[in-house]
């Protein structure tokens, strides 16, 4: 193997190497050629200029000729040895050989030259004719061109010595050529080895594949025999079992279906020969039941791969038409790898026995579907105090939450214990008490639903006696939930509706009256009776009759009103209601008519009425209070100016008088005058009072508010009033402790002590004691006149500070006084922020006591105050 | 000043008036009389008096109108006012100033007090 590779890849060798060499001689000969052709073109081109055009219209004369053999003579020599002229018509006008001139060739290639093809050829020299010695030669031909003629007018032909051309060729080419020979040789060599392991592997591959070729006939021959035992098996097998009243079959696990062999009881069967079976591929497939056909080749899948025998049932197609059912029984028989290999089985003839429990299943789903589709629970049961079930259908478990077959011969629950506990000893005697006479029974009752609810059900049944004698209860379960709610429902609001007090009634489009309530009743004076079927326009007054249906019209647009309207009673008394109107729909959103529920507002309105008639006359008198006050400040100011005007002129005149500008007053004179002028200070006071309530009173009055030594203010107080009580022979004391400054209105607290301290001296009789005390705490100054007089009864203490309110002594006793003094006193410390108070045991005497802040006034801003009276 | 000085009196009240004419006499002093607001005005500006006392509640013109229209006169605008009232509120007293009044003197008053206010008006 490797001496065939070696000797083959040699001479492959030396092929390419002469090939190489063969390329490189034949590549010398073309760029000889080409060198060749290429100086006959120069040379043609060169002398153009000195060829004449009689150079090639014929044979040369002989002066002519030694012009040319000098003309070329520097061309002839070295490689060049022969120069050719030729006319267009193929005749040598000229060669450096005399003897060829007049030659004649007329060949294509001279033509084709003149045509504008250059050419060249390797030849003899003297192929053509001609003396010296015959080498070989190139020869080249080229196109003349005289005096710039665009024509050529003959032809040149250069001859060279060959092998001198070649040779020059060669010795450039030939050095690549060895080379590249060297190459190969060194590549040959680098390969070899890897070629020979190459080889080697191949062979070894060789040897391994005519082995195992070998062993492949070997088994093919055992197997040829074992398919020789199994076809003799198979034979008798068949033999065996073409005799069993069943149809047998071999299949092959690829195609399921009795495809490789089959018995001919398939003829009785199935009404196909064994022949007329097999004939179709996939017979089978063709005549299952397509209701079993997937089913049945699941289960092949699955038996084939996990199990030794399996039967299945399906349907067969007869070739009548007949629809059969079989039993399949199939056994998968194992090649002796082990693997699954073929399917042998049985086929029998199941329809008869399928056809019985089918009608038996139907028989029993048709009940079922029967009793399920009651909307109700069906039951059959004992009649004892559990109710043991003997039959009871699922719809019981939408109505209790629990399974039918719990109650299933009481399983887990008793019938019984789902009854509402109230309602079980009812039920008892509800369905005893009609056994006797063997009627259907109809009662209710509630039931304990699992989740915790309470459904109601009416229960209608009958006892029946079954074959074995014994008496049982069948009958029918039914949820009455919803309606008997509902009703519940309905009945409460009926309730509430007849209760009310408002009159809720109902009509339909066309206004005739549908409801009528008690309250409807007692507000218009109609009955239901005569209301209802009536048109409720008998209670609108005819002003109203078009508002009236407007209204209704607005609350069937919009869904619901409010108004106030006037409606007629009965009796003919119109009353004022608020109705409010809604529209009653029906469940496809249609209006069918309006309720309305009414409250009587006469009352109201009248109410209202008189509000408005009050508010009026409150806003007349409260006009005529303001106009009055307006008059009563109006007066005030005019009585101030009146009286004091006229008792300016008394007071000035008096002190005229009394001065002696009008001459000398005598002393019981000046004593008269005294009164004059004290009564005329007394109308001052008065009048000053006066003024000063209605101040106080117009929220006008107002502190000039300064630093005050209420001590000192306590001590000129007590020395105005000290001449009036030494008249009376009363001791006036007065008591003060180092006092603060306070801020207050100098003037208004010396009328204050004024009031206070001649008070005192006035209600005290002869003889008896007045104190003065002025003192302060932390907070307040606090001021005490207290007297030994009458004292004020305890029913007149709170009337005191009343302005013109005189105690009854004041009163009998005459004492004068106007009643205004411990009003102004009052409102004086308020003003000041202070209290004043009395404290008096009918006959002790009296105290009044004054506290005023320190501190509040102290921190006020100086000025003007205006405090409300 | 070596003439008695001359003062205005302005009172509709026929009694006040000659009260007041009468005491400022007596205390030496020139005195014109003027039964209301008008002919108040008239004599203060032919005479030019050194001091007016005017009645506030007078017809025709009252006392206010006629401080007002003294001040507007060149000849009467600087010379002191004391007004006479039986207004006793203090929006009167602030009207009484803002009408152009130096002083001020309730009614009733003792005829000492307006000698003192009168002798103070003018600066003695």
């Known amino acids: 193997m490797v001496l065939r590779f070696a000797i083959y890849s040699a001479i492959a060798l030396l092929l390419a190497g002469a090939g190489i060499l063969w390329f490189a001689q034949h590549a010398a000969v073309a760029r000889s050629e080409r060198e060749v052709l290429e100086r006959a073109q120069t040379t043609s081109m060169l002398l153009a200029d000195r060829f004449q055009r009689s150079d090639f ?47 004649h060739d007329s060949s294509e290639d001279l033509a084709s030259v003149l045509a504008g093809d250059a050419k060249s050829e390797v030849g003899r020299l003297n192929d053509e004719g001609g003396a010296g010695e015959n080498y070989r030669a190139l020869s080249a031909y080229a196109p003349v061109r005289t005096d710039g003629a665009s024509e050529p007018v003959g032809v040149l032909e250069l001859y060279t010595k060959f092998d001198e051309v070649n040779a020059e060729a060669m010795a450039t080419l030939k050095p690549v050529a060895v080379a590249l020979v060297l190459a190969l040789l060194l590549l040959y060599a680098a390969l070899f080895p890897i070629l020979r392991q190459v080889t080697g592997a191949l062979e070894a591959r060789t040897r391994r594949l005519q082995q195992q ?64 079976w097999l004939a179709t591929p996939g017979h089978f497939w063709d005549a299952i ?16 791969a996990n199990a030794e025998t399996f039967s299945t049932q399906y349907r067969l197609r007869a070739k009548s038409g007949r629809v059969i059912w079989v039993e399949d029984q199939i056994r998968v028989i194992h090649g002796r790898d082990g693997q699954p290999a073929l399917a042998q089985g049985f086929l029998i003839d199941i329809t008869a026995r399928k056809n019985s429990d089918l009608a038996l299943m139907e028989s029993e789903a048709r009940f079922r579907g029967l009793v399920g589709n009651i909307p109700g629970a069906v039951f059959r049961c004992d009649i004892d105090s559990d109710w043991t079930m003997e039959f009871l259908s699922d719809a019981i478990e939408e109505l209790v939450g629990y399974p039918s077959s719990d109650f299933i011969d009481n399983r887990v629950r008793t019938f019984a214990s789902v009854v509402h506990p109230d309602d079980r000893r009812r039920l008892e005697v509800d369905v005893t008490s009609s056994l006797g006479g063997g009627r259907p029974y109809t009662t209710d009752y509630r039931v304990l639903h699992r989740d915790g609810s309470v459904r109601y059900v009416i229960e209608r049944g009958q006892a029946v006696t079954a074959a074995d004698g014994r008496v049982r209860l069948d009958g029918a379960i039914f949820d009455v939930t919803d309606r008997r709610l509902g009703e519940l429902e309905r009945l409460k609001l009926a309730a509430i509706v007849e209760s009310s007090d408002d009159a809720i009634t109902s009509a339909d489009l066309e206004g005739i009256v549908t409801s009528w309530n008690k309250g409807a009743e007692q507000m218009f004076g109609y009955t239901a009776e005569e209301m209802i079927g009536q048109s409720g326009s008998v209670l609108v007054p005819e002003e109203e009759a078009e508002d009236s249906s407007m209204r209704i019209a607005s609350v069937i647009e919009l869904g619901e009103g409010r108004f106030e309207v006037t409606r007629r009673r009965k009796d003919g008394t119109l009353i004022d209601i608020a109705v409010t109107m809604s529209a009653v729909r029906n469940s496809e959103g ?11 507002i006469t009352d109201r309105r009248r109410l209202e009425q008189d509000r408005e008639e009050f508010t009026r006359e409150l806003e007349v008198r409260n006009e005529r209070l303001l106009e009055l006050d307006r008059l009563k400040d109006e007066f005030v100011a005019l009585v ?69 030594d209420l001590a000192r203010v306590a001590a000129e107080s007590v020395e105005t009033a000290r001449p009036l009580a030494e008249e009376k022979e009363i001791t006036l004391a007065l008591a003060t402790s180092p006092l603060p400054l306070l801020a207050g209105d100098r003037a208004r607290l010396g009328q204050l002590l004024d009031n206070l301290v001649s008070n005192a001296v006035k209600f005290t009789p002869q003889g008896g004691r007045v104190d003065v005390r002025a003192s302060s705490s932390r907070e307040h100054a606090v001021l005490e006149v207290r007297d030994t007089g009458m004292g004020i009864p305890a029913d007149e203490q709170e009337h005191v500070f009343e302005r013109f309110f005189r105690t009854s002594r004041a009163t009998e006793q005459a004492i004068q006084g106007t009643g205004l003094g411990l009003a102004i006193s009052k409102a004086i410390v308020h003003a000041h922020g202070g209290r004043i108070t009395l404290a008096s045991d009918d006959g002790e005497g009296a105290t009044f006591r004054v506290t005023i802040p320190i501190r509040a006034l102290q921190a006020a801003e100086p000025g003007q105050e205006e405090i409300a009276s | 000043m070596s003439e008695r000085p001359l003062v205005l009196v302005a009172d509709d009240d026929p009694d006040i008036l000659s009260l007041v004419t009468l005491r400022l006499g007596l205390d030496g002093y020139e005195v014109i009389g003027a039964p209301d607001g008008e002919r108040a005005v008239e004599e203060a500006l032919e005479r030019t008096p050194d001091l007016a006392i005017i009645d506030v509640t007078m017809p025709k013109l009252d006392g206010y109108e006629v401080a007002e229209r003294l001040r507007q006169h060149e000849p009467t605008s600087a ?5 006479l009232t039986a207004r006793v509120q203090d929006s009167d007293v602030a009207r009484g100033i803002e009408a152009g009044a130096d002083d001020y003197v309730k009614k009733p008053f003792s005829t000492a007090d307006l000698r003192m206010r009168v002798q103070a008006a003018l600066g003695r």
């Open chain 1, 640 to 708: 101030s100016h009146e009286l004091r005007t006229p008792l300016t002129s008394i007071r000035g005149y008096l002190e005229l008088v009394l001065d002696g500008e009008a001459g000398e007053v005598t002393g019981e004179q000046r004593q008269f005058l005294g009164v004059v002028e004290r009564n005329a200070n007394r109308l001052l006071d008065l009048v000053g009072d006066l003024l000063f309530l209605a101040q106080i009173e117009a929220g006008k009055l107002s502190l000039e508010v300064g630093a005050v």
């Open chain 2, 79 to 83: 010379i002191p006012i004391i007004l």
């Open chain 1, 213 to 276: 070729s070998d062993e492949l006939e070997k088994t093919i021959a055992e197997r040829k025999q074992a398919l020789a035992s199994l076809r003799e098996a198979d034979a008798r097998y068949r033999a065996l079992v073409e005799e069993l009243p069943l149809v047998s079959y071999v299949s092959s696990l690829d195609n399921p279906g009795l495809s490789n062999y089959v018995s001919p009881q398939l003829e009785e069967l199935l009404g196909y020969t064994p022949e007329e």
């Open chain 1, 289 to 304: 039941h397509p209701d079993d056909a997937e089913r049945v080749r699941n289960e092949h899948r699955i038996g084939y």
């Open chain 1, 590 to 600: 249609d209006a069918v008519g309006v309720a309305a529920i009414a409250q009587d």
């Open chain 1, 57 to 103: 219209e014929g044979p040369v004369n002989a002066s002519r000729r030694a012009e040319l053999d000098h003309m070329f003579s520097h061309v002839i020599g070295g490689e060049v040895v022969r120069v050719k002229l030729w006319s267009e018509d193929g005749t040598i006008t000229y060669s450096n050989d005399p003897t060829l001139i007049g030659d």
